[in-house]
């Protein structure tokens, strides 16, 4: 027995699984991929391995950014905590919002930066979840709201997202007895991993949902900046009535390629905000300001950049898309990011076998272990996989990449009927 072990786990929070902690045989998704991965490897020690399974961009921060930070940091007045803001970021965000979204926000008290939307979503619970709140979920989706809602006991439930819905979440099916209890309601358009971006008409429905029960949205907008069509660059804030109920999150990792440098905002009515900037104050001392200032320029000078990768991502999604479709999947029509997200086959015939697949996360591995393709799966509403247009190499151009992930799709049948 581990008795030192055994000790420490007299001390660990039941919202972590108290004594139990590290004892659950679950294996969280990503390990297994990364084992399939290594398995993969072992497996065909030569063979290059294809990642579309990268969840953020595959380029540098541009270089007149990257010396703006340089810039910055040698500054005296640059070095010390920024707690919350910096008053050049949150003006030009304020211009962003009304240049890129026709939203008007004052700088001074409804834009708060934030060390990525990561932090964000894991401090907003605290400012508004009590025990026994219910907090609605789009699924697929990002964890971290849940996850600390859940730390805080609160009843977490997904809305799940199918493609009979353009994914997103049927408002009529919520019945009225679980809107009654409602406390926050959690979205996340344009929507990661299915691509779908919502229209002003589901935008209006939630929010007169969220006036008539009394609860507050969150929209994770962290891939506001990769729309395809200028008419789905969409804020919640551009629906009447909006801001009173609802919070928005931004961040500059996505389109501006910033994803290490730990920066977006939070933005909506100064009430709602001076709730998270109190609980932010006692969470961190704010990003480095130097980073803040360099994504200042960002915004006012070279909002070309996310138009720039917007057009790259559906270039290639323009490429795989074809590929996909003549094996079989079902592929939608993508309006934003970085992510083709489509249903799985039900088996494979491949290197003379057939091959069942019960579930999303167990055809991931089979295509990475066997295919040297890297996915990830989804299993939470419909069996499904995200093929990630971030897969830029040093080693091989796109070109030859997709060319690769052709010449190894086509060596497959794949069956979509009902497995006998």
Request: net charge neutral; aromatic share 10%.
């Amino acid at each position: 027995m581990d008795v030192g072990g055994q000790f420490a786990k007299k001390f660990f929070s039941e919202r972590i699984g108290g004594k139990n902690f590290g004892d659950d045989n679950q294996i969280y998704k990503f390990e297994k991929i990364k084992r399939a991965k290594r398995e993969a490897l072992t497996k065909f020690p030569s063979r290059v391995l294809i990642d579309m399974g990268v969840g953020e961009p595959d380029d540098m921060a541009a270089s007149p950014l990257v010396e703006a930070l340089a810039h910055e940091a040698k500054k005296h007045e640059n070095r010390g905590y920024a707690d919350n803001g910096c008053q050049d970021f949150k003006e030009a965000v304020a211009n962003y919002m009304k240049s890129q979204f026709n939203v008007s926000l004052d700088p001074q008290t409804e834009i708060i930066h934030s060390v990525g939307s990561k932090a964000a979503l894991s401090i907003l619970p605290l400012c508004f979840i009590n025990p026994e709140d219910i907090v609605l979920m789009t699924a697929p989706g990002y964890p971290v709201f849940g996850t600390h809602s859940r730390y805080l006991s609160a009843d977490v439930m997904n809305l799940p997202l199918r493609a009979k819905n353009n994914y997103l979440p049927v408002l009529d099916d919520i019945p009225s007895h679980i809107l009654q209890k409602t406390k926050v309601i959690l979205i996340n358009y344009p929507n990661n991993p299915t691509g779908a971006c919502a229209t002003e008409e589901f935008f209006k429905k939630l929010v007169h949902l969220a006036h008539e029960y009394s609860f507050l949205i969150i929209n994770d907008a962290a891939y506001a900046s990769l729309t395809f069509r200028g008419g789905d660059r969409l804020s919640i804030f551009n629906v009447d009535g909006a801001k009173e109920v609802s919070l928005e999150l931004h961040s500059m990792s996505k389109g501006f390629n910033m994803t290490g440098w730990r920066l977006g905002w939070v933005c909506g009515n100064s009430q709602l905000m001076a709730a998270y900037a109190h609980v932010k104050d006692q969470t961190d001392s704010g990003q480095f300001l130097a980073i803040q200032k360099a994504a200042a320029q960002a915004l006012r000078n070279n909002t070309s950049i996310p138009v720039g990768n917007a057009q790259k991502y559906e270039r290639r999604m323009n490429q795989i898309a074809p590929i996909l479709k003549n094996c079989g999947f079902n592929v939608g029509n993508v309006r934003a990011g970085f992510f083709l997200y489509t249903q799985i086959p039900n088996s494979a015939e491949y290197d003379g076998q057939k091959i069942d697949f019960p579930s999303a996360e167990k055809f991931a591995e089979w295509m990475i272990t066997d295919l040297g393709i890297v996915v990830v799966p989804w299993d939470d509403a419909e069996p499904s996989l995200r093929f990630s247009m971030t897969f830029g190499s040093k080693d091989m151009d796109e070109n030859e990449i997709i060319d690769l992930f052709r010449s190894r799709m086509s060596g497959v049948r794949f069956n979509f009927g009902k497995s006998k």
